[in-house]
């Protein structure tokens, strides 16, 4: 699978089957190839790539098997894109057992022309014991190795029940298979149990191939796409548009309402300015099951296209946010969320501000980030300043009075912010300068927070200009780089020293270049965070052990880098696993000998996992220098 764009788990990306290319996220409607009563192009209309139909209907229905194996899956459902086909598992959830094995619904699924082939996995129920749950979870592993899943797209479920352990492992087993669905979820869909769901999902993304699709099966809702996605899924699959309508349902992006309760269709229906609801209901029952059905599959294509929006955008986590606030299931699903440690696959910064709405916002992995290097920052043992919002306003330069302080003391000086102190070296690093507030305070999370900063270093107090020494020991600025690089780079080493050159904007004032001599060392970005020359590289290279911040490539790949060109997966051998998506690294040998310097797309665990598209993109090659 090729990524493009990401915020989080949450990606843009595209994967190829015998039918075409499938862009993600997206859903897959379900056909029913007894009930196929939309056209490809009316299918198309509202958004859909790629469809999915039941493999284990048509087998056992004669006439459907026969056409199916004469003219394949395409022509009998009649669309002429991606399909993939299910194996029956759910009916056999449903209804106690099916009457073909494993194997053989494999093969008739590829004798049909199927472009995704599900097994005949064991679904696991939420009430399932745990030696249940278990065994579900080996005997589907069991099923995958007996078929093989280099002459197609095969799918093999990861089940486990409600068991963190078992999702987790059978994760780690089912990641041979190309195609990486989670199975097992429909109950706690339909029940609301959307809290559980975010543990499975976590669960199951981080202990997966990065690189392979993943698909929630029977997540088709659009009430809970935006979380899914920004946990890390891929696609999803929807009856709900046709059973919606069936129930004379209209489905929105926030839930569904009754036909004989609205005054109008929206905007953005297809049946906008065609049918008024009250002409619908009058119509004839199949007239109105199509019509509402592709009202409902645009409402879902719509949820689909507002959350592609926001990952290109970056703002997918406040759009959650947002939707954590539409239903208690989903604020309890939010939650439960933020205990999950997500931190080292978000990007070091986003293109957007962090809106900060409430107490939960102190978990977001940016300031989670600034948190813990807050911790390291007043370890050193020197007397610890905390600067309040009286003192320093959000948004502003610190005073003159505090500069002066701070270059005539050795002390750490630490502003407040949001109601938690953090390094004021770090006041133009994101967040800290891109935050949206509420303008809510919380007192009592402040004052713990001064507690917890004590029992690091209890030599503190609140700023006095009195405490000011008399003669300068160090500069603010060069100081100010340091701490930036410090937190960047994950370092206790400077890089920049007292005669290197500052250049700043006559415009703002703001840092903008490094230099060392005529040497370029690198430049302060607009997000407070510094993107390295080749010069400022080969510095860095020197003072990280090896292999922190790298990306160690095969020497062809290095010749083709070292000229400036981007960093493809498929050359990556190695990668220090620790980086953030987004950061500088530096492109070298496996003997350390330094290429070019860049950003990574994606985490260190991530990079080990992809085969296309580009790993880092490359500032500047050696060659250059």
């Not at 809970?224 to 992006?253: C, E, H, P, Q, W």
């Not at 940016?366 to 306003?393: D, P, S």
Request: net charge negative.
């Amino acid at each position: 699978m090729q990524m493009f764009f990401k915020e989080g788990l949450a990606r843009i990306g595209k994967f190829s089957t015998p039918h075409g290319d499938i862009e993600t996220p997206t859903v897959m409607p379900v056909i029913n190839p007894n009930l196929n009563f939309l056209t490809e192009a009316e299918l198309r209309s509202t958004g859909v790539q790629a469809v999915i139909t039941n493999s284990y209907i048509i087998k056992r229905t004669a006439s459907l098997e026969q056409e199916a194996l004469k003219s394949g899956v395409h022509k009998l459902i009649n669309f002429n894109g991606p399909i993939m086909t299910d194996s029956g598992t759910f009916q056999s959830y449903v209804y106690g057992g099916i009457e073909y094995n494993n194997k053989e619904i494999v093969q008739f699924q590829k004798d049909i022309g199927s472009d995704i082939i599900t097994i005949l996995d064991i679904f696991t129920k939420p009430q399932d014991s745990y030696s249940q749950a278990r065994e579900a979870v080996y005997e589907t592993y069991k099923r995958l190795k007996e078929v093989n899943t280099e002459d197609a797209i095969i799918a093999g479920p990861i089940q486990g029940s409600v068991y963190p352990d078992l999702r987790i492992e059978s994760a780690k087993l089912m990641s041979e298979a190309p195609y990486i669905p989670v199975g097992g979820v429909v109950p706690l869909l339909e029940s609301y149990r959307y809290s559980d769901l975010v543990n499975i999902i976590v669960n199951s993304k981080l202990n997966s191939d990065f690189s392979k699709p993943m698909h929630l099966f029977g997540g088709g809702h659009p009430m809970f796409f935006a979380f899914s996605v920004l946990l890390g899924i891929d696609v999803f699959d929807s009856a709900s548009y046709i059973k919606y309508a069936k129930d004379n349902r209209v489905l929105y992006t926030e839930g569904t309402r009754n036909l004989k309760e609205i005054r109008d269709f929206p905007d953005w229906s297809p049946l906008f300015n065609k049918y008024t609801p009250v002409e619908l209901i009058k119509a004839d029952e199949k007239t109105r099951l199509k019509l509402l059905s592709l009202h409902n599959l645009k409402a879902i294509f719509n949820e689909i296209n507002e959350i592609k929006e926001r990952i290109y955008e970056n703002t997918l986590y406040q759009y959650v946010e947002e939707k954590s606030m539409a239903h208690p299931a989903l604020y309890k699903a939010y939650i439960e969320m933020m205990k999950h440690d997500i931190t080292p696959f978000w990007n070091i910064s986003l293109k957007s501000p962090l809106y900060f709405f409430n107490k939960e916002t102190y978990n977001n992995a940016f300031i989670q980030r600034l948190i813990k290097f807050t911790e390291k920052y007043i370890k050193n043992g020197n007397k610890t300043i905390l600067i309040g919002k009286n003192e320093w306003n959000h948004g502003f330069p610190v005073s003159d009075d505090i500069l002066k302080t701070y270059e005539t003391t050795n002390y750490n000086f630490l502003i407040e912010w949001n109601d938690i102190f953090i390094p004021v070296e770090l006041e133009n690093t994101y967040p800290v300068s891109q935050t949206v507030p509420s303008g809510i305070t919380y007192p009592d999370y402040r004052d713990n927070y001064i507690k917890w900063l004590k029992t690091i270093n209890d030599n503190m107090s609140f700023y006095d200009s009195s405490i000011s020494g008399t003669e300068k020991i160090r500069d603010y600025n060069i100081s100010k780089i340091n701490e930036v690089f410090h937190f960047q780079f994950n370092t206790e080493s400077d890089l920049f020293k007292n005669s290197d050159k500052i250049v700043k904007s006559k415009a703002t004032g703001h840092i903008r270049n490094l230099k060392r001599g005529e040497h370029i060392i690198g430049t302060m970005r607009n997000d407070g965070f510094l993107t390295l020359s080749i010069y400022g590289g080969k510095l860095l290279n020197d003072i990280l052990p090896f292999p922190e911040s790298r990306v160690i490539v095969s020497d062809d790949s290095g010749e083709f880098n070292s000229k400036g060109f981007n960093v493809f997966f498929k050359f990556v051998e190695d990668c220090d696993k620790n980086i953030i998506s987004g950061n500088e690294v530096m492109v070298t040998s496996d003997s350390g000998e330094l290429y070019a310097v860049g950003h990574a797309t994606v985490s260190g665990t991530e990079m080990k996992y992809y085969h296309e598209g580009i790993a880092v993109k490359v500032h500047e090659g050696i060659k250059k220098l």
